[in-house]
Structures are given as C-alpha cells and as structure tokens.
C-alpha cells in the first residue's frame, strides 16, 4: 500500500531521484545492451566476452562485507563513469541524467542539483522524470 501511497505524491524540484535498477531491469529488455554503451574502450573489450548477467564479489569498504553485484553495473560505477569526458554538454537529457547518476554512485539528487551540475533547467527535468512514463529507470527515490 505504501507505494501506492508514494506514487501519488508529486515530484517537486526538491525530491530526490536516482536510478531505480531494479525497475529498469524488469521493464527494459535492452538495459544491458544500454549500459554497455558506456563503458570505456577498456572494458568494451574485456565485456564483449562476457555473459550480461555477469556477477562478481564485492567488498564493502565499510563494512568488509561480501556482496554479488551486476559485474557490468560495478565496472561502470566504479571505473568509467569516474573518466574524463564521461558526460558531455551536448548530449540528451536522460542520457546526462543517466550518466550524473552512474558516476555519483547513484547516490540521490533533486532536480535542483542536477540542473546546477548538467546547467540545465531544473523544471525540465522535473517535468521529464516525474511524467507517467519512466525513463532508464530514473524515478523518484522511494521513501520505504
């Protein structure tokens, strides 16, 4: 019930978004095939081999914890999103987004600081993620 509670409440300039990968992953087939768009010329090569459901080991570095996680998700967190050039002024907007997300680490942010870091207008990009339509599983962060 609390998610149809949530997804009544209406986005403002200060909601936080991110990438809900779970959703994404449940409603785009090609997701995979999206993210590997971005990944740097080195790991271009080192995926082409690889299954897309790759899972490696994962330590916290907090916690010393060992978690699976998504091998391609990982690499582009951790390591190409973080190269120089990685977001460029003139590309679209859902792709910009995609991109502040995957190299802040998906941490959230509002459509206030993402426009002060994209220099784009906050109200487009309210409008553009809070609209019926999901777009690369860029969603409002979810209270629960």
């Given at each position: 019930m609390s998610s149809k509670i949530s997804s009544l409440i209406k986005p403002t300039l200060n909601s936080p978004f991110n990438i809900d990968f779970n959703w994404w992953k449940d409603h785009d087939r090609?997701?995979?095939?999206?993210?590997?768009?971005?990944?740097?010329e080195e790991h271009r090569r080192i995926f082409q081999d690889l299954d897309n459901d790759e899972v490696i080991d994962w330590v916290d570095p907090k916690t010393a914890e060992v978690k699976q996680v998504?091998?391609?998700?990982h690499t582009l967190?951790?390591?190409?999103?973080?190269?120089?050039?990685?977001?460029s002024r003139n590309m679209a907007?859902?792709?910009?987004?995609?991109?502040?997300?995957?190299?802040?680490?998906?941490?959230?942010?509002?459509p206030q600081e993402l426009g002060e870091i994209l220099n784009r207008p906050p109200d487009i990009?309210?409008?553009?993620?809070?609209?019926?339509?999901v777009y690369k599983g860029i969603r409002p962060v979810s209270s629960s």
């Open positions: 090609d997701w995979q095939v999206y993210l590997r768009s971005f990944l740097c998504d091998g391609l998700q967190i951790s390591h190409c999103a973080k190269q120089e050039g990685f977001i907007l859902v792709d910009s987004v995609f991109k502040v997300f995957l190299s802040n680490g998906n941490k959230p942010l509002t990009i309210l409008k553009t993620f809070s609209g019926f339509r």
